[in-house]
């Protein structure tokens, strides 16, 4: 209608006559604008609404599965009623109780909750003083660090998750110990990463065929993955053959993820250098946490070490981490803000009592295990597990180690987790962590149920005879 001349909307509020009438092509609600598409408020549709529901996982859902857990679930664990259990499959050092972390540790969280300096989100990558803490605890001459270098993250777990996942590409293939620890297959393949095993030899104290590893290169392979000390084999590498390894990624040109998360957890009279320290043209990224040397699984802190080398990374790599992190804010503010304490005020008299007590358990259970007829234990030199063969011939009762060590559960009441779950069958891995009274009653266990099955084979019976 026409008021004055001028032209309104009768019975409408100016807001109301705003929404109605729109601004510069724009229809306006108050402050907010919604742009207008094909003259409607709403773009055309150009497809027919659905009919039913379905909603499915994704493809990365589907693709991801846990080998361990792939095996032990489908195993029928019903102990022994007479017997009490003896886990001796979980790698938690933490389980049993009888190795707390050190008061200066538990303190070091103390003072950080108090301080109420750490309760808000810190930087993707990490608060700069820790991240500075962690570089000058791992800096060293051959391999120097600076805080730029390090990224803080969600345990050691993540830090392989981001390492994977900033060097590979789907299609591309990464190169993984077998056995090994079975959380880079289910990353990788949940990526679309082909995975590659390399073998390692139990007759040479786990050390990689070079040869085998070598063979399986090619121009799609992204990512050479070196876990030292190991986990499942409990190995530690020479520095010589380190240095060989080296020379295979070198001559390849294939960057090197190094697990390093059981790196300072070494027996006596071994070696163990960083990686990083070894190389001078191959870049590496080297993974590590709290976890396992400061016996704090649950606190989920590991960092990667970015060691560049002649600027093949640059700052590309960096940048893709960088981009990485901002995904999910990993790693635990409190502990980030304990962690200049935990890494400078842990004893090393905590250090040495750990390191201590697992050589201890290891040899009880080598000694032990290697007069049982068809087995054969192989002595580790680190970390927190001892791998030992099942010789099957031996044991016709059985079809598998998975069948082998689900009737030891039923029998004894002893659990170790078989070695197909690290792809590799007719073994079995046994955590030290247990005190050393289950260690040995677990040990009379395995050896009461092998002198029940074990069977001679032909030829002994045969050499009987003659």
Known sequence: MLVGGKKVNAGLSDKQSAVKSGVNGKTVHGSFHHVSVNGSLYPAKTKSRRQRWEVKPSEMANNTLNPIRAIVDGMKLSPNPDKPMIALSIGDPTVFGN???????????????????????????????????????????????????????????QAIDLAISVLCNPGDNILVPCPGFSLYKTLAVSMGIEVKLYNLLPEKSWEIDLQHLESLIDERTSCLIVTNPSNPCGSVFTKEHLQKIIKVASRHCVPILADEIYGDMVFPGCDCPSMAS??????????????????????????????????????????????????????????QGALESILNNTPQSFYNSTIRFLKSNSEICFSELSTVPGLNPVMPSGAMYLMVGIDMDHFPDFKNDVDFTERLVTEQSVFCLPASAFEYPNFFRIVVTVPEEMMVEACARIREFCQRYYRPSSCDSNDLDQ
């Open 278 to 335: 070894l190389s001078s043209d191959v870049p590496i990224l080297s993974c590590g946490g709290l976890a396992k040397r400061w016996l704090v699984p649950g606190w989920r802190m590991g960092w990667i070490l970015i060691h560049d080398r002649n600027d093949v990374f640059g700052s590309e790599i960096r940048q893709g981490l960088m981009k990485l992190t901002q995904r999910i804010l990993g790693a635990c503010s409190i502990v």
């Open 99 to 157: 190795l707390p972390t050190d008061e200066a540790v538990l303190q070091a969280m103390r003072d950080a909750v108090d301080s109420q300096k750490f309760n808000g989100y810190a930087p993707s990558v990490g608060y700069l003083k820790s991240r500075e803490a962690v570089a000058n605890f791992y800096s060293c001459s051959q391999a120097p660090l600076e805080a730029d270098d390090v990224i803080l993250t969600s345990g050691c777990s």
